[in-house]
């Protein structure tokens, strides 16, 4: 192991700086970390909740003054744990962790769904200057789960550059699922690269169409990590450990793991189950 993966692996302290309200169950936190402050988008944190757990974090916004933020949503012991926690309480960090998105030119569309839009957002912040064209197509359940609409509107700098959003009980923007414009938008127009984060079988369906439409992909996939350093395999899929092979992995990759991408993960003792 390299000098830069020990110090990247070492546990460190630090204390939360701020607190953010996104939705009624999802909070942004935002603390300093001078290691995560060099992370790039796409890349993932672990954050230790003193006597709880540790979790792993998408990282929302990362400073080179070492101000870091992660997006999180309350689904469970740890997440709920970190939502009650105030300004000052200590937090442990390790990471980043990760391969990042690569950040390219051209025509660009973005998907996301519930916090998958944090790593994306990341993203669009550095490329939407250079981009020729940015949409986003940002999906949830309901209205109040919708995320970083606003920020995202915020970044959009030319004319045909928007931000779609799509609600599956129709309560904003259009109903249904996001791959309902998305197939309609990849059907009249041209875009060099589409980069997604959410839910694996909304990945899975934007995946998909990427084949049918043959748009360049790349998606930040979720398995259920531990190590965080590629050691334990619990985060598998097909040849490849998402911690240290991706979160990032292209068309051509997943295309590989077909078989499992969107169908199946590990479970806590290791077995394959459904999603
Ligand atoms: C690379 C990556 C990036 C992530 N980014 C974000 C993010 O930006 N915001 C966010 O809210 N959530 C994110 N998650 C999911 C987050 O890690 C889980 O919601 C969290 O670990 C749940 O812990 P819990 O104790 O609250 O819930 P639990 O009750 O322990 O679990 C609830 C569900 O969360 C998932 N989960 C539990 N433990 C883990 C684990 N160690 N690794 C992965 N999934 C787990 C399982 O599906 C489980 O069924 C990310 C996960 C990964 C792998
Ligand atoms: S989390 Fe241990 S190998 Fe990926």
């Known amino acids: 192991m390299s000098a830069y993966h020990i110090a990247t692996n070492k546990l460190r302290t630090t204390h939360i700086l701020g607190i953010e309200n996104e939705s009624p169950t999802v ?11 060099k992370a790039k988008p796409g890349q993932f944190l672990m954050l230790w909740i003193p006597g709880i757990d540790e979790i792993p974090l998408s990282i929302l916004d990362a400073k080179e ?12 012991e740890a997440t709920n744990s970190l939502q009650n926690k105030n300004i000052g309480e200590v937090i442990g960090i390790r990471g980043p962790f990760g391969n990042s998105f690569t950040e390219k030119e051209g ?4 998907v996301s769904g519930g916090t998958g839009t944090a790593p994306i957002l990341f993203l669009a912040r550095k490329i939407a200057s250079r981009a020729t064209k940015l949409v986003f197509v940002i999906g949830a359940k309901i209205q109040d789960e919708l995320l970083f609409i606003e920020e995202s509107r915020k970044i959009l700098v030319k004319e045909r550059d928007r931000v779609i959003e799509t609600t599956e009980d129709g309560s904003c923007g259009v109903k249904g699922l996001v791959t309902t414009p998305l197939e309609r938008l990849l059907a009249k127009e041209k875009f060099d690269m589409i980069y997604t984060c959410g839910p694996e079988q909304m990945m899975r369906k934007v995946f998909d169409l990427a084949e049918k439409y043959e748009v360049s992909l790349e998606a930040s996939l979720e398995r259920l990590m531990r190590c965080s350093i590629g050691l334990c395999g619990s ?3 097909g040849k490849y450990r998402v911690c240290r092979d991706g979160t990032v992995f292209t068309r051509e990759q997943l295309r590989e793991v077909k078989n499992e991408f969107g169908i199946s993960k590990r479970g806590f003792d290791g077995r394959k189950v459904p999603l």
């Open 27 to 37: 909070k942004t936190f935002t603390f300093k970390d001078k290691q995560c402050g």
């Open 65 to 76: 003054n070492g101000l870091v933020s992660v997006t999180v949503k309350k689904v469970g």
């Open 107 to 110: 025509s660009i569309l973005m």
């Open 235 to 237: 985060c598998i899929i």
